[in-house]
């Protein structure tokens, strides 16, 4: 009640959003066959231009795809073929379009570059499989990588983490490791994030 005894209107303002209906759009990607990945990878890792995802074959491939084709993914499409074991995780580098890591089951870890693939006009155009000798082999760990996350600020400097229990720095221009941490946590590395300006990082455990 106010003061002059009449009673204050409550208004409720409607929201805008509330008939909006959503409706599936119709440039979409079809017949994708890709394997489940690392619980928590992103499983699609893609940039302004490209998207990639682990795909169902022999060994660990995986498939790169010009972000603006849409359409149906061909039966068996032109694939990176390097792993002997499923890949778990991808991640473009931030500060090169055509270069991605990949980490797998095989406890190896992969830089690729594929600008010698990609035109212009037609973004990536494989005319048969990429093979392993276009990528640079990163190992160190004892068991299955599951996760490989590149520095945001750093041009070359990637972070893995294993179920063996290790996150390792790599520095890649020189296809070597730069750093192992394995006595932090008692049990299996679950997730890592790397800080905004990449001086510090974040893991989660079992």
């Not at 870890?109 to 093979?131: A, C, H, M, N, Y």
């Amino acid at each position: 009640w106010s003061g002059g005894g009449s009673i204050e209107k409550m208004v409720v303002r409607a929201s805008k959003f509330r008939h909006v209906h959503g409706s599936a759009s119709k440039e979409r990607f079809e017949n994708v066959n890709s394997t489940a990945s690392s619980a928590d990878s992103n499983i699609v890792a893609g940039n302004n231009r490209f998207f990639a995802l682990p795909w169902t074959g022999g060994g660990g491939p995986f498939v790169v795809h010009n972000l603006a084709e849409t359409g149906r993914f061909e039966p068996i499409p032109k694939m990176f073929q390097g792993h002997s074991a499923a890949v778990q995780d991808l991640d473009f580098s931030p500060f090169d379009e055509c270069v991605i890591a990949s980490a797998s089951e095989d406890a190896s870890v992969r830089v690729w570059d594929f600008s010698s693939k990609v035109t212009p006009e037609s973004g990536i155009s494989l005319t048969g499989d990429v093979p392993e000798s276009c990528s640079t082999v990163l190992t160190g760990h004892t068991k299955k990588v599951t996760l490989v996350r590149w520095h945001p600020v750093a041009k070359d400097v990637l972070l893995s983490l294993s179920y063996d229990a290790s996150v390792r720095l790599w520095d890649v221009s020189q296809s070597k490791e730069a750093a192992s941490l394995a006595d932090g946590h008692p049990d299996t590395i679950q997730h890592v994030a790397w800080s905004m300006n990449g001086s510090q990082y974040a893991t989660t455990c079992k």
